[in-house]
């Protein structure tokens, strides 16, 4: 076993090695900015308050999509059945119409993109921002959910989407 120095941090790419073991469910949170549809996934995202609703996830500050997604007055958080391992990666890659066919969605409450097939789906009004080193954490206040079937999550383990099989 390796030990660190007390106050000296792990390099990145063994970070990196360490989390992948922790499963995480994933998500895909919309917006709507200036009239365009925009979204990314996110395996960061949690709850946070039962009393105010709150939830949170992070974003990378040099995400494309960010300066986007914080100018919305409300955004979806699109949790993903274990069949959405396409959809999750199509909202995780750059360069591309997340939201061209074969993506199914429609505007929900307030324009907020809402994803055809998911979980479950939060709407949310920003509550806070905190950059946190090189990413921004976000806190949404949730106004309005759907809980739309009981599938499986969709779970990202080891660099890899997957699904959650439950003990017998």
């Not at 009239?35 to 709150?54: C, E, N, R, W, Y």
């Not at 505007?107 to 080193?133: K, N, W």
């Amino acid at each position: 076993m390796t030990e660190t120095l007390p106050g000296r941090a792990v390099d990145a790419d063994r970070f990196r090695r360490a989390l992948a073991v922790h499963a995480a469910g994933v998500v895909v949170i919309t917006a709507q900015a200036r009239g365009v549809p925009v979204g990314l996934t996110a395996t960061s995202f949690s709850s946070v308050s039962l009393t105010p609703p709150l939830v949170s996830f992070y974003v990378d500050q040099a995400s494309t999509t960010w300066p986007s997604l914080r100018l919305a007055e409300h955004f979806a958080v699109n949790v993903l059945a274990s069949d959405q391992a396409e959809l999750a990666s199509r909202f995780a890659r750059k360069g591309v119409d997340r939201f061209a066919a074969p993506t199914e969605w429609w505007p929900g409450p307030q324009g907020v993109p809402f994803l055809g097939g998911v979980s479950a789906r939060l709407v949310c009004v920003p509550h806070s921002t905190v950059d946190i080193g090189d990413h921004v954490l976000v806190v949404g206040l949730v106004v309005e959910t759907n809980l739309v079937s009981d599938d499986r999550p969709l779970l990202y383990h080891r660099g890899r989407f997957g699904r959650f099989t439950p003990h017998t």
